[in-house]
């Protein structure tokens, strides 16, 4: 036995749901007073962290003032070394390499003895 759909079963089922929609659930006032206590027990938000500065925050990324003092250290020797190396080094490099590479910074010095900037 098929069932067939008519106009009065949609009819139907209109009303019941129209009737549905219009009522209000009101929630029982045993489980508003257990709702409101599990609210009230419930610890707060954590109050919001002031905005950082870039500067601090790329601090706190190495690690603080003491990070970055050892940092500028190790910058500061490292351009001193490679500016003005001490004579151990060059030894140390010519045994690790094999030979010694001197690089004049002035390249050209007959340009300045031209000049009259040095003597030549």
Do not use: Y
């Not at 139907?12 to 129209?18: H, P, V």
């Not at 601090?59 to 050892?70: E, H, K, Q, R, V």
């Not at 001490?86 to 007959?110: F, H, K, Q, R």
Request: proline share 8%.
């Amino acid at each position: 036995m098929t069932m067939r759909k008519t106009d009065n079963d949609d009819a139907m089922i209109d009303a019941l749901l129209s009737d549905v929609a219009q009522e209000k659930p009101v929630p029982d006032t045993a489980l508003m007073a257990r709702v409101m206590a599990d609210a009230a027990r419930a610890p707060g938000l954590p109050a919001p962290r002031p905005k950082r500065s870039v500067l601090a925050q790329l601090s706190d990324m190495i690690g603080g003032w003491p990070a970055a003092s050892g940092l500028a250290l190790a910058g500061v020797v490292g351009l001193w070394v490679g500016v003005a190396p001490p004579a151990g080094i060059e030894d140390v490099a010519a045994g690790l390499i094999g030979t010694t590479e001197t690089v004049s910074l002035w390249d050209d010095e007959s340009f300045f003895a031209e000049e009259g900037l040095i003597d030549g």
